[in-house]
């Protein structure tokens, strides 16, 4: 099924299509996945699934870009969230050339979930418009599913020079879900608003990741970070919240304003992606996107 049809076809029959096509592949005993056992199997891990998904991307490949991605994988850019069916669409209209391999890769395990960070360019266009071509920062996480690595989240921060405001998901997701997600994402940013230290730094798990307009960041970056920052109230809008495995994957549009060193955050909504692993109280943060940057 070449990309250029997809148009036509309703979302929910676009995904049960393209993941038929791709089970095949996913069944396939040679495709077992397994956990290196050291650091440099954990970068080569992380490059091997990022680059070859790029490479679906540039190839036209929906079947092949959908089998790296989970069913309730969600996506953030600067435009905001977006489902499986919805990214799909997207990455369609991105007309993506092939890209430089990806750089500064960082792998970490935590649980059993691999977090990643990277920095790739890539000539895109959007609405007709060519994005940058320097390199921009990007997150991932994935999960061993059915035997082979698939995508519970993805963020990139690939954007205009002037990034405009993002406009809500098309996908409604469940109430009741989404407003789990919501209450958990507002919870934890009020932890880093208040400078209630103790509790945030207890919600980062070992491992956590992040990507924001500094680039890739760290676990003790966050938190040197979120203890010099002057960070206004957090107001979460346009809640989507799916589930992979132990993650809950939360995306909203985030109206919070920062001043960080010499460096001011607008308040203004900007599309934001935390990642929650485990339930609960116990659940920890691994992976977060945030697009928000100085004007």
């Not at 495709?31 to 540039?58: H, M, R, V, Y």
């Not at 989240?153 to 469940?174: N, Q, Y």
Request: aromatic share 6%.
């Amino acid at each position: 099924m070449k990309l250029s049809s997809l148009s036509f076809i309703a979302p929910f029959v676009l995904v049960a299509q393209i993941f038929a096509q791709a089970s095949v592949a996913l069944a396939t005993p040679t495709a077992q996945a397994t956990w290196p056992t050291d650091q440099a199997g954990l970068t080569k891990l992380a490059s091997t699934l990022i680059n070859g998904w790029f490479a679906k991307i540039a190839a036209n490949d929906p079947a092949g870009i959908a089998q790296y991605m989970q069913p309730h994988v969600q996506v953030v850019d600067f435009q905001g969230c977006a489902d499986l069916a919805q990214s799909l669409e997207k990455i369609k209209g991105l007309a993506s050339k092939s890209p430089s391999k990806a750089s500064d890769v960082v792998a970490t395990r935590v649980g059993d979930s691999l977090v990643t960070t990277c920095l790739i360019a890539v000539e895109q266009t959007v609405d007709g418009k060519k994005l940058p071509s320097s390199a921009a920062a990007r997150i991932g996480v994935w999960q061993i599913v059915n035997g082979s690595w698939q995508m519970a989240a993805w963020g990139s921060l690939h954007m205009p020079e002037v990034r405009p405001a993002p406009s809500a998901p098309t996908f409604a997701g469940d109430a009741t879900l989404n407003a789990e997600g919501a209450a958990m994402l507002t919870k934890f940013l009020t932890a880093q608003q208040t400078k209630n230290m103790d509790a945030f730094d207890g919600m980062l798990a070992d491992g956590m990741q992040v990507v924001n307009f500094k680039g890739q960041k760290l676990r003790a970056d966050m938190v040197k970070g979120a203890s010099m920052a002057k960070t206004q109230p957090a107001v979460v809008a346009d809640a989507r919240t799916t589930r992979c495995g132990d993650l809950t994957i939360v995306t909203c549009n985030l109206t919070m304003g920062q001043s960080i060193a010499f460096n001011t955050l607008p308040a203004d909504p900007a599309p934001f992606l935390a990642v929650f692993q485990g339930s609960g109280d116990s659940a920890k943060v691994i992976a977060i996107a945030n697009t928000n940057k100085p004007k």
